[in-house]
């Protein structure tokens, strides 16, 4: 049967879309971020993300002139002109966020799921935090220290050397002219429930709201790039 990553109604649990047709299992809801937004199954392991602080989504279906491509827009010389090709192109769901807090996205894919932010003007937040239960695999930085492995350490007991089971890739930045960002303009931190310590710009109820199954996976942007003359927004991380 061919892949169809299509969200179509399904109650499972807290969430009520699916993807159509995939085996990695991608449920979807659009009731409370904060709560749940999606999960995967990674082998024998179900994997969620939430978005600590964020309420409702809403489902974003497919633009008609964007079908076959996240990338397509209504003006070719710039593919983030129309707000439709970055968030929930794929007929993904958008949460918008309070006060400076850019809008979070999350679109299925034929391994899973994407997810960002959207930020609208250099007035909003450059720092964003997601809840990532791992179900029972161990969350690493991989060596380039800003992809995030989900490792099983079942066998060994220790993360070195034990087997990737997920992947989050390393995130990039790019603004509404095209323009992107290098390795070294986010960060990626982890911080896990109980630690004392966090990245500056991280709220303290996110981390206290952690379980000991979650870790929170936080995107730093910045603050040098998003403001560099000639920055155009709305910027996608």
């Known amino acids: 049967q061919p ?5 179509v109604a399904a109650a499972s649990g807290n969430y009520s879309m699916a993807s159509k047709a995939n085996d990695t299992g991608l449920v979807v809801s659009d009731k409370h971020a ?18 600590p602080g964020y309420g409702d989504a809403s489902a974003s279906p497919l633009h008609p002139a964007q079908a076959s491509s996240s990338t397509t827009s209504s003006d070719p010389a710039n593919p983030w002109s129309d707000p439709v090709s970055t968030i929930g192109a794929d007929g993904g769901v958008v949460v918008p966020g309070s006060g400076n807090d850019g809008t979070v996205f999350l679109n299925p894919t034929t391994d899973g799921f994407e997810f960002g932010a959207v930020l609208t003007s250099a ?25 995030v492995d989900l490792v099983d350490t079942a066998a060994s007991g220790k993360a070195s050397g034990s087997p990737i089971e997920l992947q ?32 500056v710009g991280v709220s303290s109820a996110a981390v206290a ?16 790039w998003l403001s560099v003359a000639g920055r155009t927004y709305p910027v996608t991380l």
Do not use: F, M, W
């Open 209 to 224: 709201s952690l379980k000991r199954s979650e870790v929170l996976i936080v995107y730093k942007i910045n603050p040098a």
């Open 123 to 147: 007035d909003s937040s450059s720092t964003y935090s997601y809840a990532l239960d791992t179900g029972g695999l161990t969350a690493v930085l991989d060596a380039d220290g800003v992809t």
């Open 34 to 51: 904060a709560t749940s937004l999606a999960r995967v199954k990674v082998g024998s392991h179900l994997v969620s993300l939430r978005v």
């Open 168 to 199: 989050i890739q390393n995130p990039n930045v790019i603004d509404a002219g095209g323009l992107g960002s290098t390795e070294t303009d986010v960060s990626t931190y982890l911080v896990h429930a109980g630690d004392p310590y966090y990245p």
């Open 3 to 7: 892949i169809d990553t299509t969200l």
